[in-house]
Structures are given as C-alpha cells and as structure tokens.
C-alpha cells in the first residue's frame, strides 16, 4: 500500500501478536487514512478482534507498531489517543445497566467510560441530544436501556461514540442479531453517518459483505492472522479473495445499479 503520511489516520507496521504458541497476528501492514472508510473481512479466528484490541491498545503487540495521527503506540498516552477512536462492540452492551436512560448512555461517551455518574466532570447534555438526533433516535433519550431494541441499541451506541469527536469509528459486527428491516434501517443510518461534516472514518468489522455500504471505500481481508488483500473495495471483493479468505468456492455478485454486494457458495 503506498505510504501518505501527510494524510495517515490509523498505520500498522509489521504488526504481531503472539500468545504462548500461538500466533495470533502475522506482520499485519495497513493504513486507514483521512477520508476513507474501511470494512475488514475474514472468517472466524482469522484475528478481526486481535486487530481491534490491539489498534485501541487493549491488547499489547508481541512486534511491530501502531501508529494513530502520527503517535507511536507505547510512546504517548495512550489513553489520550484511544479518546480519539469511537468503538462500538456488543462486549460494551453488557455493561450498560438496565435501568440506565440512553442519554446517560451516551454523556458515557464523553470521558470514554461507561458509568456517567462515576465521572466528576460536567458534559453538555445538550451534545448527547444532538449527538442522538445524528443517528435518528433523539426521541429515546428517556427511554431505559433494557428495553430498547437492539438496533436502538446499536444507535445509542454510535451516538455514545460520538460524544468525543472521534477521528476514526469502528464498529465490530454492529448488525449481528438484527433482523433483516433492522439491519437495512441501521446500514441507513450509517450512510447518514458518512455525510456528516468533520465526522469519522469508519472501519467496520463484518462476516457479511452484504453488509457493506457503497460509502465504504476500503477492505481489508484477513486470513489466520495474514493481510490477505487490502485496498480499494472494487479491486478487493472478487471471488477469489473471499474464496481464500473463507476456505470455500464462492461467487462475489455486484448487485444491479447498487454498490452493494452478494455472496454465495457456487
């Protein structure tokens, strides 16, 4: 991939990541810069999550460096630096109380932290409601987290995420257990989400290229811990990547006059 530092978001450099004898990551090389909008790919154990523990520092890489808006990884405060990538994963759904109104959910967001009231600092309120009304969910503000759906969820997440201004956003497997209206509603409001001004990159983590937006520009390809493909979206999803990456003969169809895309076994 050629080197643009000037405009460098997220860089991995021979990144590696070894756990007693297992090597978990394998010299991952990768760029993310300005602008771009990324999906990763690959089959289970391929190291997606990996990847995301160790580009937000929770995971500490046996070799190789991680660089965000030119900081080095262990040489910087880290937590500073992670305050700028917006993560939503469903781990973090867990931890949120049931009893907890989605705008505390989100005034979360602002340090980073589930648990607002854990936190000594004044946030504006009034952020969290526009940060609400950029996913379209600005009307669950009082709405308890226990029984918003898990597209609600999903949403309340994203606007949490953007309390911080976050330069990049990554989301791991957002539409897993949404139905197929669900799922549709939320690609939707990620589109949205792109035309935002100064608003994030993207990097989303998917098993399903169908879930691929056309505002997504870029995709990376993992297999066992390899980059086996990485660039512009057209050039990477093709048969043969993904009949590599998941270990099956498979068919890539562009769907008719859309940017989206299809897979099945041939």
């Known amino acids: ?89 469903s781990a973090l759904a867990r931890r949120v109380p049931a009893d907890e109104p989605a705008i505390e959910t989100v005034l979360s967001g602002e340090s980073a932290q589930l648990g607002y009231w854990t936190r000594e600092k004044q946030v504006d309120a009034r952020k969290a409601r526009r940060c609400l009304s950029k996913m379209g969910v600005r009307s669950l503000e009082n709405r308890p987290w226990g029984v918003l759906s898990q597209g609600e969820r999903q949403k309340v997440f994203i606007a949490r995420a953007l309390m911080a201004d976050p330069k990049l956003l990554i989301l791991d497997e957002p539409c897993a257990g949404l139905d197929p209206v669900a799922r549709e509603h939320f690609l939707q409001s990620l589109q949205k989400l792109t035309t935002l001004k100064r608003g994030p990159s993207l990097v989303l983590v998917t098993h399903h290229i169908e879930e691929i937006i056309p505002e997504i520009t870029h995709v990376l390809v993992l297999k066992k811990g390899k980059v086996l493909a990485a660039g512009p979206k057209a050039e990477v999803l093709n048969s043969q990547n993904l009949s590599q990456a998941f270990g099956a003969e498979l068919k890539v169809r562009k769907q008719p006059k859309q940017d989206r895309w299809t897979l099945q076994l041939k």
Not at 14 to 42: P, Y
Request: with cysteine; net charge negative.
């Open 1 to 89: 991939m050629p080197e643009t530092k000037a405009t460098a978001l997220l860089k991995t450099q021979e990144l590696s990541v070894q756990i007693g004898d297992a090597h978990i990551l394998k010299g991952i090389n990768w760029q993310v810069n300005t602008g771009e909008h990324w999906a990763i790919l690959g089959a289970n154990g391929c190291g997606k999550t990996s990847l995301l523990a160790a580009i937000t520092a929770y995971l500490t890489p046996s070799k190789g460096d991680v660089f965000f808006m030119g900081e080095a990884y262990g040489e910087t405060d880290w937590d500073e630096v992670r305050h700028k990538i917006g993560m939503v994963s």
